[in-house]
Structures are given as C-alpha cells and as structure tokens.
C-alpha cells in the first residue's frame, strides 16, 4: 500500500509544467492553497547519469514547505532510470539537492504523455504509446520498480493514445502493479487543441476495476477549479484530479473557495513580489535567467486598472532588484 492510498479521495496534484513549476512556483501555490501533491517537472534521467547532471538537479529542486512532492522522469535508458530510482529511494539524491535528513521525494513518475518533438523524435515521453515502444516502456517501468526496491511509490502520466486512442495501452500499463496512474484525456496527435476526454479517463478507471488493479486512477485536462475537479471525479469515479493550467487563471486554484476574484491590486501585486523574492533567493546562482519570470507575470499582474503598462515596465527589467524595485 503506497501513500497514496492514504489521500482523502478525491485528491488534488499540481501537474509538472516545464519551466513553471519549479520549486519557487510551487512554494507560491503552497502557501496560497496548496494541492495534496505536487510532481517536479520533467527531468532527464540519460542527463543526470551524465557530466550534465548539476544543470539539472535545478529542476529537482523542492523545499521542506513543499510537502508531498513527486520527482518526474523521462529519458530513454532503463539502467538510467533503474540508478536515478535507487538514489531517489535511498534519499541521496535529496541529501545532494540540500535537503536535510528524514525530508524526500514522496514518489517516482514516468512521464510517457510528453507530445514535444524533440523528445518523441528520439522515442522518449509520449513516443512508447506506440506499440513497437511497448517493450522498451516495459523494461524502463520494471527498471525503475527495482531501482525504488519498494521504499516509493511509482506512478505513469501518459496520454491515451499516440496517433489515435489505443486502451489497450492502459491494459498494458495497469499489469505493472503502478500506484498511479494520471491520464491526460488526449492523445499525442492531438497536442491540447482539443478538449480533454474525460469518458476515457473514465473508461481506464474501470478498467482497473475489471482488473481489480489497485493503480489510483488521476484524471487531468482542462480542470478549471476545485469543484469542476470535483464534478469531474464524481463523475467518473476517480481516486484524483491533476490540474495544469487553470493555476494560471487562478494560484487559488485548488482552494475550497478560492480568493482570488476578491483579491486586490495591491495584494496581486504583493504575491508576485513574494514570487520574485523568492526567485532571487533561490536562484542566486543564476540557475533560471530572470526573463523566465515574465510568463508569471501575468497570472498576477491582471484584472486591474493599469495592469497591461506594468506589465510592460516589469518584463523590460532586467533584473530581481529592478523588478523588486518597481513592484515596491
Ligand atoms: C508549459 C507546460 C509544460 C508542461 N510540462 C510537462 C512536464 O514536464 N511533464 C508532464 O508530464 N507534463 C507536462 N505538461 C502537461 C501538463 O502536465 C498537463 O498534462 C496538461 O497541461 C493538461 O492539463 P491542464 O489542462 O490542466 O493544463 C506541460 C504543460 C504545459 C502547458
């Protein structure tokens, strides 16, 4: 029995977005409301097995406050996955990020659903839906079951279907044994143009019960707010709801009852103050180059007279200080 299994149902995760939910984000969204999970963005097993591993434990990255946080994984080499797994569960991959002793990873995902090019091209992420990938999808699922040795729960995110909706993808993933498994209702081909398919994800939630699977079935695309999440899960009798993008329209977004229509000028601008600073603390390094602030900017600085020209002023900066300066 994982953790997971433990979550008041239905239970709510923030998805890995690249480039966005870095720990800074997450620690935002923490304090506004926080989800019962969040997933690290996707991270490259092939490159921290190689010299351009410290590039990349930036993307690790979590912080005690975080809570419950889920390391993500991709790549395409299963003794990859099988070390990184192991140094997870072992804890000394959080030990190498700073992280004091007792504090870890809550769990291991295996990105499968990530539609990018340069990443399918290559056979990675969303690429082992295809059939021909299934053997290799098999052998990186086995190989990270043994690197985690059974100290962490595992969990798939994928897509349900590559070119077209294939379910019996998800009779081949529900064999393993996974603690999770969050299905994206779109497939590849489709990219996000279109709107998710929730009949689906409710269609592989009774698969696993047809196969009396004890996998936790996580539904995500286009959730909007909690009590939409909620519907949703009703609905289709999920364990969880993953919500992506609806934390742009709303940081509360996984709030009972969020505060955000009734939030100020000024205290939209306070958040994104605090986002700032703790950019600047966190990255002082100069790990994330400060233009990496501006898609932030406009999940604060809206609805509110005079909002579009700072903006503007805000995305010429070309540092925290200046930002900090006019967000004073
Ligand atoms: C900017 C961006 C980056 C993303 N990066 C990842 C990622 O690293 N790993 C992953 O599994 N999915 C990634 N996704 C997909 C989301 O996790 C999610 O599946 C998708 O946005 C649909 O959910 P939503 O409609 O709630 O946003 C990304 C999506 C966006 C918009």
């Known amino acids: 029995m994982s ?9 709510f995760v923030l998805a890995p977005m690249d480039d966005v939910t870095d720990t800074v984000f997450r620690q935002v969204i923490a304090d506004c409301a926080p989800p019962d999970l969040f997933f690290t963005e996707f991270v490259n097993v092939d490159g921290l097995m190689s010299v351009g591993r410290p590039n990349l434990l930036k993307k690790l990255r979590f912080a ?8 993500q994984l991709w790549g395409l080499n299963p003794d990859n996955f099988r070390a990184v797994a192991s140094q997870i569960a072992d804890g000394s991959l959080a030990r190498e990020l700073g992280l004091p002793d007792g504090i870890n990873f809550s769990g291991v995902d295996l990105n499968m659903g990530c539609p990018a090019k340069s990443e399918v091209k ?10 021909e990938s299934w053997p290799l999808a098999e052998q990186i699922i086995l190989a ?12 798939v995110k994928t897509r349900v279907g590559f070119s077209e909706v294939d379910m019996e993808w998800f009779d081949f993933l529900l064999r393993f044994d ?9 497939t590849r081909k489709q990219m996000s143009k279109v709107p998710a398919n929730w009949d ?3 269609q592989v939630r009774q698969k696993r019960d047809d196969l009396g699977a004890k996998t936790l079935i996580v539904g995500n ?10 519907e949703l899960a009703r609905k289709h009798g999920l364990d969880g709801i993953m919500i992506g993008r609806g934390v742009f329209h709303d940081p509360f977004v996984f709030a009972e009852q969020s505060l955000w229509e009734t939030y100020t000028k000024e205290q939209r601008i306070d958040l994104y103050r605090k986002h700032v600073a703790l950019f600047a603390a966190t990255w002082q390094a100069g790990e994330r180059p400060v233009h990496t602030l501006n898609k932030f900017c406009k999940i604060y600085i809206q609805g509110f007279d005079g909002a579009k020209e700072l903006r503007e002023q ?8 200046e930002l900090l300066r006019i967000l004073q």
Do not use: W
């Open 200 to 202: 689906l994800i409710g």
């Open 314 to 321: 805000l995305m010429a900066a070309s540092d925290t200080t």
């Open 144 to 155: 990270t079951q043994e690197g985690l040795a059974n100290h962490l729960p595992l969990s």
């Open 221 to 230: 695309g286009d959730v909007e707010s909690r009590a939409h999440g909620e």
């Open 122 to 131: 290559n056979g990675a992420c969303a690429a082992l839906i295809k059939r």
């Open 64 to 71: 005690e406050k975080e809570g419950r946080v889920v390391a």
């Open 178 to 186: 996974l603690d999770m498994l969050t299905v994206h209702g779109r």
């Open 3 to 11: 953790e997971y299994t433990r979550l008041k149902k239905p239970f």
